[in-house]
Protein backbone atom coordinates (compact mmCIF):
# COMPACT_ATOMS: atom_id res chain seq x y z
CA UNK A 1 0.00 0.00 0.00
CA UNK A 2 1.17 3.80 -0.63
CA UNK A 3 1.08 6.31 2.76
CA UNK A 4 1.54 9.94 1.88
CA UNK A 5 2.76 12.36 4.25
CA UNK A 6 2.06 16.10 3.58
CA UNK A 7 4.29 18.62 5.99
CA UNK A 8 5.65 22.13 6.20
CA UNK A 9 2.30 23.88 6.88
CA UNK A 10 2.35 26.52 9.67
CA UNK A 11 0.84 30.20 10.05
CA UNK A 12 2.30 32.53 7.91
CA UNK A 13 1.39 36.49 7.13
CA UNK A 14 -0.35 37.39 4.04
CA UNK A 15 2.05 37.90 1.46
CA UNK A 16 4.19 35.07 3.06
CA UNK A 17 5.85 32.02 1.47
CA UNK A 18 5.79 27.96 2.59
CA UNK A 19 7.19 25.12 1.05
CA UNK A 20 5.15 21.57 1.94
CA UNK A 21 6.47 18.30 1.05
CA UNK A 22 4.59 15.38 0.51
CA UNK A 23 6.30 11.89 0.96
CA UNK A 24 5.46 8.52 -0.40
CA UNK A 25 6.03 4.91 0.68
CA UNK A 26 5.43 1.71 -1.01
CA UNK A 27 5.98 3.57 -4.39
CA UNK A 28 7.92 5.91 -6.23
CA UNK A 29 6.58 9.80 -7.51
CA UNK A 30 7.76 9.06 -11.16
CA UNK A 31 5.42 6.42 -11.84
CA UNK A 32 2.29 8.12 -11.67
CA UNK A 33 1.19 11.74 -12.24
CA UNK A 34 0.39 13.83 -9.23
CA UNK A 35 -0.84 16.57 -7.49
CA UNK A 36 -1.97 19.43 -4.63
CA UNK A 37 -5.35 19.49 -3.22
CA UNK A 38 -6.59 21.77 -0.33
CA UNK A 39 -9.80 21.60 1.42
CA UNK A 40 -11.13 24.77 3.94
CA UNK A 41 -13.77 24.41 6.45
CA UNK A 42 -17.19 23.44 4.75
CA UNK A 43 -15.92 23.48 1.36
CA UNK A 44 -15.42 20.48 -1.14
CA UNK A 45 -11.72 19.44 -1.73
CA UNK A 46 -10.43 21.05 -4.69
CA UNK A 47 -6.93 20.36 -6.90
CA UNK A 48 -4.55 23.37 -7.02
CA UNK A 49 -1.44 21.88 -8.88
CA UNK A 50 -0.42 18.77 -11.09
CA UNK A 51 2.72 17.22 -11.99
CA UNK A 52 2.75 15.07 -15.05
CA UNK A 53 4.46 11.91 -15.55
CA UNK A 54 6.58 13.63 -18.07
CA UNK A 55 7.30 16.83 -16.01
CA UNK A 56 4.52 18.82 -16.84
CA UNK A 57 2.94 21.01 -14.64
CA UNK A 58 -0.38 23.40 -13.77
CA UNK A 59 -2.19 25.00 -11.93
CA UNK A 60 -5.70 26.66 -10.67
CA UNK A 61 -6.35 30.19 -11.76
CA UNK A 62 -6.44 30.87 -8.21
CA UNK A 63 -2.99 29.93 -7.78
CA UNK A 64 -1.20 30.34 -11.04
CA UNK A 65 2.07 32.32 -10.95
CA UNK A 66 2.65 32.36 -7.22
CA UNK A 67 2.81 28.74 -6.77
CA UNK A 68 5.11 25.59 -8.24
CA UNK A 69 4.82 22.29 -8.03
CA UNK A 70 8.05 19.71 -8.01
CA UNK A 71 9.26 16.47 -7.22
CA UNK A 72 12.75 14.59 -6.25
CA UNK A 73 12.50 10.90 -7.65
CA UNK A 74 15.43 10.05 -5.06
CA UNK A 75 14.06 11.47 -2.36
CA UNK A 76 10.03 10.12 -3.15
CA UNK A 77 8.94 13.51 -2.09
CA UNK A 78 6.59 15.79 -4.01
CA UNK A 79 6.89 19.91 -2.82
CA UNK A 80 4.77 22.86 -2.90
CA UNK A 81 6.37 26.20 -3.22
CA UNK A 82 3.83 28.83 -2.13
CA UNK A 83 4.30 32.65 -2.38
CA UNK A 84 2.64 35.41 -2.32
CA UNK A 85 0.12 33.60 0.21
CA UNK A 86 -3.51 35.61 0.73
CA UNK A 87 -6.04 34.89 3.36
CA UNK A 88 -8.28 32.78 0.59
CA UNK A 89 -5.36 30.22 0.22
CA UNK A 90 -5.74 29.02 4.47
CA UNK A 91 -7.11 25.40 3.64
CA UNK A 92 -5.54 22.09 4.69
CA UNK A 93 -3.46 20.86 1.79
CA UNK A 94 -3.31 17.13 0.49
CA UNK A 95 -0.75 15.63 -1.91
CA UNK A 96 -2.31 12.48 -4.28
CA UNK A 97 -2.36 10.84 -7.44
CA UNK A 98 -4.03 12.66 -10.40
CA UNK A 99 -5.69 10.34 -11.95
CA UNK A 100 -8.06 7.62 -10.57
CA UNK A 101 -7.74 5.25 -8.70
CA UNK A 102 -6.25 7.50 -6.07
CA UNK A 103 -5.01 6.67 -3.04
CA UNK A 104 -5.88 6.61 0.74
CA UNK A 105 -5.80 10.15 1.86
CA UNK A 106 -3.13 11.21 4.31
CA UNK A 107 -3.28 13.55 7.31
CA UNK A 108 -2.95 16.99 5.43
CA UNK A 109 -1.22 19.65 6.79
CA UNK A 110 -2.53 23.22 7.90
CA UNK A 111 -2.06 26.60 6.20
CA UNK A 112 -3.32 29.45 7.76
CA UNK A 113 -2.32 33.26 6.18
CA UNK A 114 -3.70 36.18 8.60
CA UNK A 115 -4.28 39.32 7.02
Known amino acids: QVQLVESGGGLVQAGGSLRLSCAASGSTFSSRSFGWYRQAPGKQRELVATFERGGNTSYADSVKGRFTISRDNAKNTGYLQMNSLKPEDTAVYYC?????????WGQGTQVTVSS
Open 96 to 104: NALLYPLYS
